[in-house]
């Protein structure tokens, strides 16, 4: 990405925006559950018996928790830009404006302050929670999470011949014998709940039901918590310490 940014913009100037590990763990978690990837924060950190280990090769989204050196990224794009400005979530988070006084100087222009809105807003812990429970629930699952390998959609590919009009339904029942009319209404029942679409397509039905389904329940009930134990922050925050406390003060 360096590259192609420094040949595309050879004299730019780059603002990087870092946050406190612990704190931006925690929000990518949120924002995975987000996108659908429902697993427990232990399996997404890959935190096992009291530690954390590198990332894994599975079916879901998880990252190397002790992976993210800012200093290295930082030097990074020191190797192919002239010029480096430094700022931090927390100072935008508790004292906005020293943040954007800063960017002001930085940009040499005048911004405009204007009245703060959370935009694209993470979901609570307590609606994570109900969507991992839902996760272990077969019913609820086939309907709001992709099950690509289930059962079901090899059943909706073995019977794909006897339902040939995609569009009517009539027309499929008076075009297929008797005997395959409970096969055509199950198919169409099973089609409606997402099964037998192309799985890009299935990915993105079920993900945009899942989050109307979280819109309505957030509109009345968004209870919130830290999420990521103690011990986790801890043993992060350790591991970070020199890395940050280097860059914070660079």
Not at 131 to 158: E, G, T
Not at 174 to 183: A, D, M, R, V
Not at 199 to 205: F, I, P, Q, T, Y
């Amino acid at each position: 990405m360096t590259d192609f940014l420094s040949q595309a913009f050879p004299t730019a100037e780059i603002i990087l925006v870092f946050r406190e590990h612990a704190d931006w763990l925690e929000s990518l978690y949120r924002e995975s559950a987000k996108d659908g990837n429902l697993v427990s924060m232990n399996r997404f950190l890959n935190y096992k018996r009291g530690c954390f280990s590198s990332r894994s090769l599975t079916p879901y989204k998880n990252v190397n928790a002790l992976d993210f050196q800012y200093d290295l990224i930082e030097n990074l794009f020191h190797r192919k830009f002239h010029k480096i400005h430094l700022l931090f979530f927390e100072e935008l988070r508790d004292k906005p404006e020293n943040f954007f006084a800063k960017l002001e100087q930085i940009t040499k222009s005048k911004l405009r302050l204007v009245k703060q809105v959370k935009e694209n807003r993470s979901y609570s812990a307590l609606t994570i929670k109900i969507l991992l429970f839902i996760a272990h629930i077969p019913l609820l699952r086939l309907m709001f999470i992709s099950n690509q390998n289930s059962l079901l959609n090899s059943f909706m590919l073995l019977t794909k011949k006897y339902d040939q009009s995609v569009g009517s339904l009539n027309l499929a029942l008076k075009t297929g014998k008797f005997i395959t009319i409970p096969i055509v209404l199950f198919r169409r029942v099973l089609l409606k709940m997402g099964f037998g679409i192309e799985e890009k397509s299935l990915r993105k039905k079920r993900t945009m039901r899942l989050r109307r389904f979280v819109d309505k329940f957030e509109k009345y009930i968004y209870y919130d918590w830290t999420m990521m134990s103690k011990k986790k922050q801890e043993l992060i925050r350790k591991h970070y310490k020199n890395d940050y406390f280097f860059v914070r003060n660079m």
